[in-house]
């Protein structure tokens, strides 16, 4: 069964730095880009970032570059969000998806970790 | 990249059939058969439930149809039931290098 447990979310101060994690299991980890969606409060979908099987390749939102930093150990069978320089309109619940390059879907997600910028 | 269009909100009673749009561009549903519909309960992570415009993973009941016609897709839904009362959002691959693209979400209240 594929699971994926999102982790490291919380309050943080404006400015301040966090990482979410994500913990992969039931499929083989290295041949699946994953990705972040994120969801403000009451709104819909964004989509965050993306990282090849291999982690050489990496894509982000406009509005995270150069502030979140997606990254993978696929030893560990994990999925990372770096995230720096937080601001409010961060605040959101990330989710952890796996894509499905080829149909270009992101079949399987996680349940999500609310991450809360405010002072 | 803008977010894709979709009505706010849409309604039906038991066992009829809603239809829901997701407006894009040349460069995004226009351009790919690649769209994908997902369906999101409150307080629940989203589902896929067509993928590729008109496919079902496993699992979903074929209720749910898609069908794109230039820059727009469409989802189906028939036979309504209480159960499918939820957000639903669409997304369409955007092409290379870059990530895909959402709709607003469209609220489906089942009457």
């Known amino acids: 069964e594929v699971q994926l447990v999102e982790s490291g979310g919380g309050l943080v101060q404006p400015g301040g730095s966090l990482r979410l994690s994500c913990a992969a299991s039931?499929?083989?980890?290295?041949?699946?880009?994953m990705s972040w969606v994120r969801q403000a409060p009451g709104k819909g979908l964004e989509w965050v970032a993306n990282?090849?099987?291999?982690?050489?390749?990496?894509y982000y939102v406009d509005s995270v570059k150069g502030r979140f930093t997606i990254s993978r150990d696929n030893a560990k069978n994990s999925l990372y969000l770096q995230m720096n320089r937080l601001r409010a309109e961060d605040t959101a619940v990330y989710y952890c998806?796996?894509?499905?390059?080829?149909?270009?879907?992101?079949?399987?997600w996680g349940q999500g970790t609310l991450v809360t910028g405010s002072s | 990249q803008s977010a894709l269009t979709q009505p706010a909100s849409v309604s039906g009673s038991p066992g009829q059939s809603i239809t829901i749009s997701c407006t894009g561009t040349s460069s995004d549903v226009g351009s790919y058969h690649l769209v994908s519909w997902y369906q999101q309960h409150p307080g629940k992570a989203p589902k896929v439930m067509i993928y590729e415009v008109s496919k079902w993973p496993s699992g979903v009941s074929n209720r749910f149809s898609g069908s794109k016609s230039g820059n727009t897709a469409s989802l189906t839904i028939s036979g309504l039931q209480a159960e499918d009362e939820a957000d639903y959002y669409c997304?369409?691959?955007?092409?290379?290098?870059?990530?895909?693209?959402f709709g607003g979400g469209t609220k489906l209240t089942v009457l």
């Open positions: 997304c369409s691959y955007a092409g290379p290098s870059t990530l895909g693209v």
């Open positions: 998806a796996r894509w499905h390059v080829w149909g270009s879907y992101l079949d399987y």
């Open positions: 039931g499929f083989t980890f290295t041949n699946y880009w």
């Open positions: 990282i090849k099987e291999d982690g050489s390749e990496k």
